[in-house]
């Protein structure tokens, strides 16, 4: 057991367990299948932040405030992002709340679930579904072509997930743990039974291939959990002070580049969590006894991970009506997201 049941027993729980169409500009790779980038030279570690001055300026109002009204007991927020696009009806932003409703003993999540809205169209959007919703401030020339169909590493993408680490890095200085989930992923279970209490920084991959080297694995930054210590907020202020010896890299990029030196320099526990668990359509599992959540990755265009994500909800929907007999049977398996491969050239 981890994280699960109801809020007033989620702290032991936790300590018991051994864890944005082709539109938003987060198209979360193809999404972040291969960054594809061409990495600058190395360089040395310097103990000032190296961010940006508006990155400096960012004060991110209301946020102290805020973050008491939406933590679980234990002090922990999960955070996801959306623009206008991902928040329309029927969109991402639709298909993730349904998730919690119809998973097993999840919907109480929902209320510590803090949408981060990138542009006035996706707050106002989130306003109207959800209770916690934060309007994430950038730059004019950033915000005019958030709502826009937007490509994976634009310069307005890079703005913003640097940003982001910023708002994070925020919420870790104020004593709070997060989570972080991409909206194009949808939650069976409680993801948190899976993720070590002892790491500072849990993190999916893409595909899972060694659990005895965690760092051998390439780390998707759809989803990640930080717990609040000195030494997480430590990488992330390691983590954006890297982006300037790797120009143009995306934050998941750069994070893959520094990994092994966040271990070795900043003593920090890192893992990777296993696609059995943290399933995705780049390694698809089958296994729905076992599997958390489901992402989108992998997958091009905003149509595409909509249609494919409500497949793969219908089949959870149809699943948890069978017996405990027909479950253990195992004949029961998911569709195969045939438009989000197609999109990348896979036969299916």
Not at 283 to 302: D, F, W
């Amino acid at each position: 057991m981890g994280f699960g049941g109801k809020d007033s027993s989620h702290l032991v729980s936790f300590l018991i367990g051994a864890a944005l169409p082709t539109a938003f500009l987060i198209i979360l790779a193809s999404d972040r299948i291969g960054d594809g980038l061409s990495w600058g030279s190395s360089g040395t570690w310097q103990e000032s932040d190296n961010t940006t001055t508006h990155d400096q300026e960012v004060g991110f109002a209301g946020l102290a405030e805020l973050l008491p009204r939406v933590a679980m007991e234990d002090r922990t927020v999960i955070l996801t992002l959306v623009n206008e696009a991902w928040a329309q009806p029927g969109s991402l932003l639709d298909i993730y709340r349904e998730s919690f409703k119809n998973g097993e003993d999840i919907e109480h999540f929902l209320n510590h679930v803090l949408v981060i809205a990138v542009d006035a169209g996706g707050f106002s959007r989130c306003k109207a579904v959800h209770p916690h919703c934060y309007l994430l401030e950038v730059n004019k020339s950033t915000a005019a072509n958030l709502s826009s169909a937007n490509r994976f590493m634009t310069k307005e993408f890079l703005e913003l997930v640097w940003l982001k680490l910023s708002f994070q890095q925020r919420i870790l200085e104020l004593g709070y743990s997060f989570l972080f989930t991409d909206a194009d992923m949808i939650w069976l279970r409680n993801p948190f039974r899976h993720i070590s209490v002892y790491a500072d920084m849990s993190l999916s991959t893409d595909y899972f291939r060694d659990t005895f080297a965690p760092l051998s694995n390439t780390l998707n930054t759809g989803l990640y959990y930080m717990r609040s210590t000195n030494r997480s907020i430590e990488v992330l202020r390691y983590w954006r002070a890297a982006r300037a010896r790797f120009p143009g890299g995306s934050e998941q990029g750069v994070f893959n580049e520094i990994k092994h030196e966040v271990v070795t320099k900043l003593q920090a526990r890192i893992e990777a969590v296993e696609t059995v668990y943290f399933s995705g359509f780049c390694e698809y599992h089958g296994e729905l006894n076992r599997v958390c959540t489901m992402h989108a990755n992998c997958c091009i265009g905003l149509a595409n991970k909509v249609l494919d994500l409500r497949d793969a909800a219908a089949d959870w929907r149809n699943y948890t009506r069978l017996t405990p007999e027909e479950r253990k049977k195992g004949s029961f398996k998911w569709t195969p997201p045939a438009r989000c491969w197609k999109t990348i050239g896979w036969n299916v």
